[in-house]
């Protein structure tokens, strides 16, 4: 018989190393036209719109203020709180947003998944991205708030940390589509983890010194017992990071950081090969 | 030798059955720590065999099939015989257990319509994210979308959200993007059980223009055999995840009908036979004969004298005959009544004439009925059951036609005849 080119080979078994990454680059348009259908249909048939995308943020920051940081004292020391809680929050809404959608991927598109193939891990980057979409909105929010308290010389101090920026800002994603992966991988089996994911991610946030400052706490302060476990916590440096570079206020802890990369890269792998084992058969148990 | 588009080697699929491990974390634990320590999974149902091999299914059973390129193929088998397994398998939703499928070219799966529509997003939003999803590229979209969008036949709406769209219209959208598409394979499962009469004759006619104009393969799984009859060159019937026949698309079709039984019978005995459920069985039919002809291939225009016999309990009821013959897909051509059978207590039997001029040429069944009707027009069924099968052929000389054609239909109507005047 005639020599025969395949395109596609189809094996048995579930490689976890088998990751489709040539066809994932063949997908930028479906990437960019996901990224518009969630943004698109988030905000359909809403007056405000993408508004939304600050208003929530905002008034979390509201709350924030008046009773973390004013009623129970537990606010910043050396700049206002309202901008003190928006930074925090957006950055942390950034991560939370990313691993809770990401860990819907296989159950909450099990219609499209089951019916087509295309590289699975477009589903996570879109997500990704449109939480980035997100956050720059908040962002510039954040900015003009920036822009009133350094007019009015409030005691902010933005130095030449912002160029980690971009650093920080594509850790918090990777981490939080790494832990939406495992996650979703495993909910494709064990729905149990899809009820931790709501409340275990709002119990995180309390982890991570997104409503307090944690270096106004003697209890956490670098050099108390707790502070080196409470530093472990992948979120924690990188939002330290982040206020220290538009705010001025906290410490950076550059070898903390240095863990929470190394904690983000491990968990972004097993992520990814959880995820690639997966999806080949998710469809038979999801 | 032709160029293949897809070889499907020895595959095989296998599900568990039941609930899919513990169902929960700490179940699944536990049954895992249990047969580590060789001790009785604590999750097992009482009664259960532990993980014995009967809570496996092989919903593919060592399958294997080459299509050629351009080919349209069928493939056919009754529910869970593994059809869209298979298909699944080929477009690449999960992998096989067992086996390797090759495949040259692009994929297109419609398994389901409207596959990726998001409710929210406009007509046109949705055709450039479904044709992504199905693997184009925006410019690919761009190029094709007023033919996509002319095609479904919903332009005025195509800013519209498709959550405010009929069924229909959705099925027309989706269709028109997946028919669309620059790809080499596409695969179809019962797409065209929805939409309307026209546009279901418009996909079969764009789908043959797809497969024979464009050189493109078609992989087509429907239970419609109307529509595998028209479209596809050549079927696999699939029974148990085993294939169980591949070859012409008529003979696929009686086998799957069941009708892979048409011999040479002319007697054809129905006391054993099944019956319909709602019969009362007073009067069952016990057999069927074909008389002044040795095989039950008819000549067609030939009138086919046949004898019944019947058992009545009874002397006291009235008794009706009527019969329904289907045709070799199961559709019924037409009815015939038989009107009242004289009968008496015990076997009867009586006689009929069969004129086969009113049928096309091909193989049909005939279900016969026992009945009465009342005044008031309840219907007593007495019985009902499948009696005769038969193959009509037709030569040249007793029709001045060389050919039938399958979208005439399976009924020839004397209905119509040329009113002379005398002048």
């Known amino acids: 018989m005639a020599q025969q080119n395949w395109t596609t080979i189809v094996k048995s078994g579930n490689s976890a190393f088998d990751m489709d990454i040539k066809g994932l680059a063949k997908c930028k348009d479906l990437i960019l036209l996901l990224v518009r259908r969630t943004f698109v249909a988030k905000y359909k048939q809403t007056v405000l719109g993408p508004a939304w995308a600050v208003i929530q943020p905002f008034f979390t920051t509201v709350v924030y203020s008046v009773f973390f940081g004013n009623i129970a004292g537990l606010g910043a020391t050396g700049v206002p709180n309202f901008i003190f809680y928006l930074s925090g929050t957006i950055v942390w809404t950034l991560f939370a947003h990313c691993l809770t959608e990401t860990s819907h991927t296989f159950t909450g598109n099990a219609g499209i998944l089951g019916k087509v193939y295309f590289p699975r891990l477009v589903m996570p980057i879109s997500t990704a991205i449109s939480q980035y979409i997100a956050f720059f909105i908040q962002f510039a929010f954040m900015l003009c708030f920036m822009a009133y308290y350094l007019i009015t010389d409030a005691g902010l101090a933005p130095n030449l940390l912002i160029l980690m920026t971009p650093v920080i800002l594509i850790q918090l994603a990777v981490l939080g589509m790494g832990f939406g992966m495992i996650i979703s991988s495993l909910t494709t089996k064990y729905r149990d983890l899809a009820m931790v994911v709501g409340f275990g991610v709002s119990l995180w946030s309390y982890c991570s010194p997104v409503a307090y400052d944690m270096f106004s706490r003697s209890q956490l302060a670098p050099g108390s017992a707790i502070y080196y476990i409470y530093m472990l916590n992948p979120v924690t440096p990188a939002i330290n990071l982040f206020r220290n570079a538009y705010l001025g206020c906290g410490e950076v802890d550059w070898l903390f950081y240095g863990i929470s990369w190394v904690t983000t890269i491990a968990v972004a792998f097993i992520g990814a090969l959880m995820f690639s084992k997966s999806e080949k058969t998710f469809m038979d148990t999801v | ?423």
């Open chain 2, 1 to 423: 030798m032709k160029e293949l588009a897809i070889r499907v080697e020895n595959v095989s699929k296998e599900y568990r059955l039941g609930a899919i491990g513990g169902a929960t974390l700490k179940g699944e634990i536990q049954s895992k720590l249990a047969r580590l320590r060789k001790k009785e999974d604590p999750n097992l149902k009482i009664g259960e065999k532990v993980h014995g091999k009967n809570e496996r299914f092989l919903a593919l059973d060592d399958l294997s099939f080459d299509v050629e390129k351009g080919e349209t193929i069928g493939i056919l088998g009754h529910n869970g015989a593994g059809k869209s397994t298979i298909l699944k398998l080929i477009c690449r939703v999960t992998a096989p257990t067992k086996g390797n499928i090759y495949m040259n070219g692009r994929i297109t799966s419609m398994l389901e319509v409207g596959t990726g529509f998001h409710p929210e997003l406009t007509g046109r939003e949705n055709v450039y994210l479904n044709g992504a999803i199905l693997g184009m590229t925006k410019a690919e979209i761009d190029k094709k979308f007023d033919e996509i969008v002319e095609f479904s036949e919903v332009g005025q709406f195509i800013d519209t959200p498709v959550k405010r769209y009929s069924s229909g219209m959705k099925v027309k959208l989706a269709f028109s993007v997946a028919s669309h598409l620059d790809s080499e394979i596409m695969i179809m499962d019962e797409v065209l059980a929805v939409g309307d009469v026209n546009f279901q004759n418009k996909c079969i006619a764009r789908m043959k223009q797809v497969a024979e104009k464009e050189g493109r393969t078609i992989l087509y799984v429907s239970h419609n055999m109307a529509t595998v009859k028209s479209l596809c060159s050549r079927c696999i019937v699939l029974s148990a995840g085993k294939k169980i026949f591949e070859g012409s698309t008529e003979e696929a079709i009686a086998i799957y009908m069941k009708n892979d039984e048409f011999d040479n019978a002319t007697f054809f005995d129905t006391s054993e036979a099944k019956r319909h459920p709602k019969c009362n069985k007073r009067h069952l039919l016990q057999n069927l004969q074909l008389l002044e002809t040795e095989t039950n291939k008819i000549e067609y225009g030939k009138k086919v004298p046949f004898r019944i016999c019947w058992n009545s309990e009874n002397d006291s009821e009235r008794l009706r005959m009527k019969m329904v013959v289907n045709g070799i897909d199961a559709t019924p051509v037409g009815v015939v009544f038989g009107g009242d059978l004289a009968h008496k207590k015990g076997m009867n039997s009586a006689d009929y004439l069969l004129d086969t001029s009113y049928f096309v040429p091909g193989k049909y069944t005939v279900d016969m009925i026992l009945y009465d009707e009342d005044d008031a027009g309840n219907v007593m069924f007495y019985d009902r059951t499948t009696v005769l099968r038969f193959t009509l052929e037709h030569s040249d000389e007793s029709v001045k036609l060389k050919h039938w054609f399958k979208d005439w239909g399976n009924a020839v109507l004397p209905c119509v005849t040329k009113i002379t005047e005398d002048k």
